[in-house]
């Protein structure tokens, strides 16, 4: 097949660096209601019905004797009551359950190359599957300090309120972006686009030649904040240059054998922390390297 050098110019702009995570809707309150009567008590009115709103402190139950009734510890609805008149309710028994369904977060699993970077009260971008044409915004409250190893890899729960939850149910599954790091007004080229050899990043800078024919000059770079897609050039590069991406055959398939490839010094030498789609710089979310002949897809 032949093939031929693609060429993109030098961008300035915003760069933001997201690390994504999957996971489902959860409610923030979700409690059992006890009772702690100090002695066996009779219940003299249940005073909510299943499914019915309640606010924290109302009342739920009141016992024959009039010693102190049973009241709401949190606002939410009542998803289940265990008790009836006359029942008998020793300490400690379970009465009820309630869930708050107009508060809530969602939960998901974020790789451990990634979980250094997240932090409480970062913000996030929430799409769920049920809504598609919906992004629900939230803010980490909560980061996890031991992963679950699924396959060798281990995955850290993170938390992320959701700041209007309208139409959300709770089980629906979601995939959540948090905002990790953003830079304004940089210089920032696809990520493919940057090379690696002997510890220097360098790029291709394409060159036609009296003859006709393209010609490439090397030009060591150096490199800031990336994503998945774009990586920030903080040395090296002027906004307008145009730099050379790796080779795309005639067929339409991308090939990154000169960006993701280990082994022969290219991209790879900077970590090998994203996992790209194919060749190109499309695919979402972080990944491992696969080392050797190049980046593991997606």
Same mark, same amino acid.
């Given at each position: 097949?032949?093939?031929?050098?693609?060429?993109?110019?030098?961008?300035?702009?915003?760069?933001? *660096?997201?690390?994504?995570?999957?996971?489902?809707?959860?409610?923030?309150?979700?409690? %059992?209601?006890? +009772?702690?009567? +100090?002695?066996?008590?009779?219940?003299?009115? $249940?005073?909510?019905?299943?499914?019915?709103?309640? +606010?924290?402190?109302?009342?739920?139950?009141?016992?024959?004797?009039?010693?102190?009734?049973?009241?709401?510890?949190?606002?939410? =609805?009542?998803?289940?009551?265990?008790?009836?008149?006359? %029942?008998?309710?020793?300490?400690?028994?379970?009465?009820?359950?309630?869930?708050?369904?107009?508060?809530?977060? =969602?939960?998901?699993?974020? @790789?451990?190359?990634?979980?250094?970077?997240?932090?409480?009260?970062?913000?996030?971008?929430?799409?769920?599957?049920?809504?598609?044409?919906?992004?629900?915004?939230?803010?980490?409250?909560?980061?996890?300090?031991?992963?679950? *190893?699924? #396959?060798? *890899?281990? #995955?850290?729960?993170? =938390? $992320?309120?959701?700041?209007?939850?309208?139409?959300?149910?709770?089980?629906?599954?979601?995939?959540? @972006?948090?905002?990790? @790091?953003?830079?304004?007004?940089?210089?920032? *080229? /696809?990520?493919?686009?940057?090379?690696?050899?002997?510890?220097?990043?360098?790029?291709?800078? /394409?060159?036609?030649? +009296? @003859?006709?024919?393209?010609?490439?000059?090397?030009?060591?770079?150096?490199?800031?904040?990336? #994503?998945?897609?774009?990586?920030?050039?903080?040395?090296?590069?002027?906004?307008?240059?145009?730099?050379?991406?790796?080779?795309? =055959?005639?067929?339409?398939?991308?090939?990154?054998?000169?960006?993701?490839?280990?082994?022969?010094?290219?991209?790879?030498?900077?970590?090998?922390?994203?996992?790209?789609?194919?060749?190109?710089?499309?695919?979402?979310?972080?990944?491992?390297?696969?080392?050797?002949?190049?980046?593991?897809?997606?």
């Amino acid at each position: 097949m032949n093939a031929k050098a693609a060429a993109v110019t030098v961008r300035k702009g915003k760069l933001d *660096v997201q690390v994504s995570g999957s996971g489902s809707v959860e409610p923030v309150t979700s409690q %059992d209601v006890t +009772a702690h009567p +100090a002695k066996t008590e009779t219940v003299d009115q $249940v005073l909510v019905a299943a499914n019915q709103e309640v +606010a924290a402190g109302q009342q739920l139950v009141t016992f024959t004797d009039g010693s102190d009734p049973i009241t709401a510890p949190v606002a939410g =609805t009542m998803t289940s009551l265990a008790v009836g008149s006359g %029942d008998r309710v020793t300490d400690g028994k379970v009465v009820a359950h309630i869930t708050n369904y107009h508060d809530v977060q =969602t939960v998901v699993q974020v @790789d451990e190359l990634d979980i250094l970077k997240v932090k409480p009260g970062q913000t996030a971008d929430i799409k769920v599957n049920a809504i598609p044409d919906h992004t629900y915004t939230g803010k980490v409250t909560a980061v996890a300090n031991e992963g679950k *190893v699924t #396959n060798g *890899v281990s #995955n850290f729960d993170v =938390t $992320v309120h959701i700041d209007a939850p309208d139409s959300l149910k709770v089980g629906m599954t979601t995939e959540a @972006d948090i905002l990790t @790091d953003s830079k304004d007004n940089v210089l920032y *080229v /696809p990520i493919e686009a940057v090379h690696s050899r002997g510890g220097q990043k360098f790029v291709l800078i /394409p060159h036609n030649a +009296a @003859d006709g024919t393209q010609t490439a000059e090397q030009r060591t770079v150096q490199t800031g904040i990336h #994503n998945e897609n774009d990586v920030e050039i903080t040395q090296g590069l002027q906004e307008g240059d145009n730099v050379e991406l790796p080779v795309v =055959t005639s067929a339409g398939s991308s090939s990154a054998q000169g960006s993701m490839k280990g082994g022969n010094g290219l991209w790879g030498g900077m970590g090998g922390m994203y996992r790209m789609s194919g060749g190109g710089s499309g695919g979402k979310g972080t990944g491992r390297a696969a080392g050797g002949t190049g980046g593991a897809g997606k």
